[in-house]
């Protein structure tokens, strides 16, 4: 078990992220930070038919070049129906997995309810993969923006929230529904791990060697 660690909120968030949460023993969310393109922030991968999928959530961009958008302010694109597109993906891609139906009403109301801030999305987001896991973890919301921890038992994995970063970790391997097209895919969105594993999932992330 490691100490305290310091996250950025996702869209659900990734297998590696998911892995030092579980592990942790207790998470602070950066909630005063400024938004950044090309994160978990609003993507996730998922498994599809034709191997790694992109789901991407549309957000309002202000018009002004230069001007940095806190996070918490960044409202969602409510135009282009994503919730329904992105919901239809899982089911493609999900629906033929061992417990995709064991957890389909605990996730499906997240894509039916609309929502203004990114940020209040990705919370309940990351509540209802807790409830799933049955992971209960001392949640803690930062009230100013940290740029450097200094306290020795607190550590700092915002880094985690960069969609093209490569893990070290050599994940452990465990059945995925298009293995047999594509071979194995780690460190998707935690969906996968979830759909594929189902209870068995904590136990995953409790035993990755991080």
């Not at 899982?90 to 894509?111: G, K």
């Not at 452990?172 to 293995?179: D, G, K």
Request: aromatic letters at 16%.
């Amino acid at each position: 078990m490691s100490s305290a660690i310091v996250l950025h909120p996702a869209y659900f968030g990734s297998i590696l992220q998911f892995a030092h949460l579980a592990q942790a023993e207790k998470v602070i969310f950066e909630n005063e930070d400024n938004y950044q393109k090309q994160t978990y922030r609003n993507r996730q991968y998922i498994y599809g038919a034709n191997g790694s999928l992109l789901l991407n959530i549309p957000i309002k961009h202000t018009g002004k070049k230069n001007i940095r958008q806190k996070y918490k302010e960044v409202k969602i694109e409510q135009d282009f129906n994503w919730q329904t597109i992105h919901w239809r993906s899982l089911e493609a891609a999900y629906r033929t997995s061992p417990f995709f139906e064991f957890y389909e009403d605990e996730l499906i109301h997240l894509f039916k309810k609309e929502y203004e801030f990114l940020l209040d999305f990705n919370y309940d987001c990351y509540q209802a993969v807790c409830d799933c896991l049955q992971l209960e973890q001392p949640l803690q919301k930062t009230e100013e923006y940290i740029h450097e921890i200094e306290q020795p038992n607190i550590i700092d994995k915002r880094y985690l929230i960069n969609a093209k970063l490569k893990p070290t970790v050599k994940f452990e391997h465990y059945t995925q529904v298009f293995e047999d097209k594509y071979g194995f895919i780690p460190n998707l969105s935690i969906l996968d791990l979830l759909f594929n594993e189902g209870p068995n999932s904590l136990n995953y992330l409790e035993n990755q060697e991080l």
